[in-house]
């Protein structure tokens, strides 16, 4: 059973829906991070999570410590998020993070 | 602030070559990782620098050696290519925050084994 996992693997969805990824996984962390991916494109970090919520923009992450699970929400979703999105966790004093095998989003127009 | 720099952009190299891939932190910076995204793999680990020592090390080969320069500038190496060595292969560096650590990737350097 890999470390993380991320639900679905692949997601279609109509401009303008509201999106959420997931992430669960089985270690104790210090934080978790959500990483977006363009096609052909480098890695970009959208948010670093340790506890609660955070916002940037139309993005939404959230982290829930007791139970191992984040998610990743994007409203009005646009077809410029289409993407690959990675969740990645950081093990207690560690910065060798482990990374899901992320979630490809594609918005239709 | 500048962010994470790598040199090349994009590599293509032959089989039993070696090549040698460098990244430059962001300013203040004295930790730096390095990872490897193939599309079998995804993304793993390969080692991780700070001051000049290396602290982890992922589950590659010893033909993949990196170092890190007293600017905290780091290296990587890869000796002897082999075909499954071409990847994207990322560089971040990371800030201390307290009880966590916030990395900065950056833009990756292609490399493709011929």
């Known amino acids: 059973k890999n470390e993380v996992e991320q639900s679905p693997q692949n997601l279609t969805a109509q401009e303008g829906e509201f999106i959420t990824i997931n992430c669960s996984y089985s270690v104790g962390i210090s934080a978790l991070h959500w990483l977006q991916q363009h096609p052909g494109g480098g890695i970009v970090s959208l948010f670093m999570l340790s506890s609660g919520k955070k916002k940037h923009g139309r993005l939404i992450a959230t982290i829930n410590i007791q139970e191992k699970h984040s998610s990743l929400h994007i409203t009005a979703s646009h077809p410029r998020d289409s993407a690959v999105y990675i969740c990645a966790v950081a093990p207690f004093g560690n910065e060798k993070l482990t990374f899901g095998t992320g979630t490809r989003l594609t918005i239709i127009p | ?114």
């Open chain 2, 1 to 114: 602030k500048a962010g994470v720099t790598q040199t090349p952009r994009y590599l293509i190299k032959t089989r039993g070559q070696q090549v040698t891939l460098s990244c430059s932190p962001i300013s203040g910076h004295r930790s730096v990782s390095w990872y490897q995204q193939t599309p079998g793999q995804g993304l793993q680990f390969l080692f991780e620098y700070f001051s000049e020592t290396q602290r982890n090390k992922g589950n590659f080969p010893g033909r993949f050696s990196g170092r890190q320069f007293s600017n905290s500038r780091s290296e990587m190496n890869v000796s002897t290519l082999e075909l499954g060595d071409s990847a994207l292969y990322l560089c971040a560096s990371s800030l201390f925050l307290g009880s966590s650590y916030e990395q900065y990737f950056g833009p990756g350097t292609r490399l493709t084994v011929t």
